[in-house]
């Protein structure tokens, strides 16, 4: 089973505590302090194994705790340190405080070693408390305390290229004929209800890793369906194959909503790189409509590669093209932090509603301003995911209760609108 999201509990040793002990041996009345140091309790370390690709090794809430340090002993024995708890997690996985939302850590790669809890040092005998004047000191440390945390893990894949699309797009057949994976294929949507990977062989010598991401519906970016879910995934790779149903009445609007989704999420998204394929060109129907989706695509300065999935037409060529665009594009920086999924301090889809004259209205937001941006309007199917958008942020029912009419102006960034009920 897939799981890309678990909490835990870690805990590291605690130090062991120093003793408190005087030498003793045949004719040597006053020995002095010999009490040994307790020893370091164990970190707790996380670790990626580049085997792994899931989280389902944890069980909800699973427990960890590091070994503690050892006791000290006499004749200034030093305690055993504790075992430090390595944790073994896939790569691309994101380390968050559960309790705060903080964001701790992001593991990328293989053997990437990050300690969330630092055992305690170990307390100290009491030989190191003697002085000229207390020759015989009666005191020791005990260990310093364990850290304790609860984390929530989260998986991004890590994947060269991105396979994104609407349900049913054919994205598993293609995954399936490019690569060496085995996802679940049927035909109807939501198949994919996870992530798969697959590798691809370019030549002898390069190799790509691709990532089938589900379905994206209308809403995925404010969590409709299992958005969050699922588009943190496409934040790690580097470009995307945008598949579309060639068999869809609008294949324009399904690309406009993809794409805005995309960009309502994380506006990087929208930045990265696609070669636009439409998919089932073995159909006739799908070939007689071809040049006319083709030109409708050219005029948004789009190049729309065809092929068919299911009989393997064009995607050799796909994945050599694929292969190219990413050789041009820059690699991920290795200091780069993951945009975090926890709700940020100011929300993109808040927005504003003012009033500019006796029938003229704004309305200001990130969210609300970026799908305008990425909208096609002279397509319906993208004024209708327009439309959509503003009732599912609530701007429809905030604008009629501020007491906009028929016929209206509503201006949202640089486009005006006009209102109809």
Not at 259 to 286: A, H, I, R, T, Y
């Amino acid at each position: 089973m897939f799981t890309d999201q678990v909490e835990i509990y870690v805990r590291s040793g605690k130090g062991g505590d120093g003793m408190m002990h005087f030498h003793r041996e045949k004719f040597v009345p006053r020995g002095g302090p010999d009490g040994g140091d307790g020893g370091k309790g164990g970190d707790v370390i996380l670790e990626v194994k580049p085997t792994l690709n899931t989280l389902s090794s944890f069980r909800p809430n699973q427990k960890f705790k590091a070994e503690d340090g050892a006791r000290g002993g006499p004749s200034q024995m030093t305690g055993r340190n504790g075992k430090d708890l390595i944790i073994h997690v896939p790569p691309g996985t994101v380390i968050f405080d559960a309790d705060t939302g903080e964001l701790l850590g992001d593991l990328t790669h293989p053997e990437q070693q990050f300690m969330v809890c630092k055992g305690g040092r170990g307390g100290r005998g009491n030989q190191h408390f003697a002085t000229s004047r207390n020759q015989a000191p009666r005191t020791a440390e005990k260990g310093e305390p364990y850290e304790e945390k609860r984390l929530k893990l989260e998986l991004k894949l890590i994947a060269d290229i991105g396979l994104i699309g609407v349900p049913n797009a054919g994205k598993s057949t293609l995954l399936t004929a490019m690569t060496n994976a085995k996802p679940k294929i049927a035909p109807y949507p939501f198949t994919t209800l996870e992530p798969n990977l697959g590798v691809a062989e370019i030549d002898a010598n390069n190799t790509i890793v691709l990532a089938d991401i589900p379905g994206l519906i209308e809403g995925a970016s404010h969590g409709a369906g299992l958005g969050h879910d699922f588009l943190r995934h496409i934040q790690r790779t580097r470009v995307l194959i945008h598949l579309l149903d060639g068999l869809s009445e609008d294949p324009i609007a399904d690309y406009s909503q993809i794409n805005s989704e995309l960009s309502l999420f994380d506006p990087n998204l929208g930045k990265k790189p696609q070669l636009v394929v439409l998919n089932k060109v073995d159909q006739p129907e799908v070939q007689a409509r071809f040049g006319d989706i083709q030109k409708k695509f050219k005029k948004l300065k789009v190049d729309l590669l065809s092929i068919s999935a299911l009989a393997r037409t064009n995607t050799r060529d796909l994945l050599v093209k694929a292969h190219q665009k990413l050789a041009e594009t820059p690699p991920r920086e290795e200091t780069e932090l993951p945009m975090p999924v926890h709700k940020p301090k100011e929300d993109p889809r808040e927005f504003v509603v003012t009033r500019e004259g006796a029938h003229e209205w704004r309305v200001k937001g990130t969210a609300i301003e970026r799908a305008a941006r990425m909208t096609y309007w002279e397509h319906d199917g993208s004024l209708r995911r327009f439309q959509k958008i503003i009732e599912t942020l609530g701007i429809d029912d905030a604008l009629r209760k501020a007491g906009v009419q028929e016929g209206d102006t509503v201006a949202i960034g640089e486009f005006e609108l006009e209102w109809q009920d």
